[in-house]
């Protein structure tokens, strides 16, 4: 069983960067594919981001389109969400989370979870 530990997250002002990481501290990444998800205070998980288990990215949400960008290590041990041009809108915990199939962005899909790393974005 996959057990996913996210880190990265931070206080960063508008217009700047984080990098998000998401670690298998047991099983393995390998032959999963892996979304991140974000929740805002008030509202609803959505998908943000998602790379195959084949390592194509397979989608972004039109908000994060050209700042974001997701990947996975050459080992595939870690999955990263580098997040550029940040605004105040990004701001949630960010999880990630495991399937074993295709990207899907629906969460009820995604079994398996991390405990999910907080993003703030102010001045």
């Known amino acids: 069983q996959v057990q996913l530990v996210e880190s990265g997250g931070g206080l960063v002002q508008p217009g700047g960067s984080l990098r998000l990481s998401c670690v298998a501290s047991?099983?393995?990444?390998?032959?999963?594919?892996i979304a991140w998800f974000r929740q805002a205070p008030g509202k609803g998980r959505e998908a943000v981001s998602c790379?195959?288990?084949?390592?194509?990215?397979?989608y972004y949400i039109e908000s994060v389109k050209g700042r974001f960008t997701v990947s996975r290590n050459n080992d595939k041990s870690s999955v990263y969400l580098q997040m550029d041009s940040l605004k105040s809108e990004d701001a949630a915990v960010y999880y990630c989370?495991?399937?074993?199939?295709?990207?899907?962005?629906?969460?009820?899909?995604?079994?398996?979870w991390g405990q999910g790393t907080q993003v703030t974005v102010s001045s």
């Open positions: 989370a495991a399937r074993p199939g295709i990207c899907f962005r629906t969460r009820n899909l995604y079994d398996t």
């Open positions: 047991s099983g393995t990444l390998e032959n999963m594919s």
């Open positions: 790379i195959n288990k084949s390592d194509t990215v397979n």
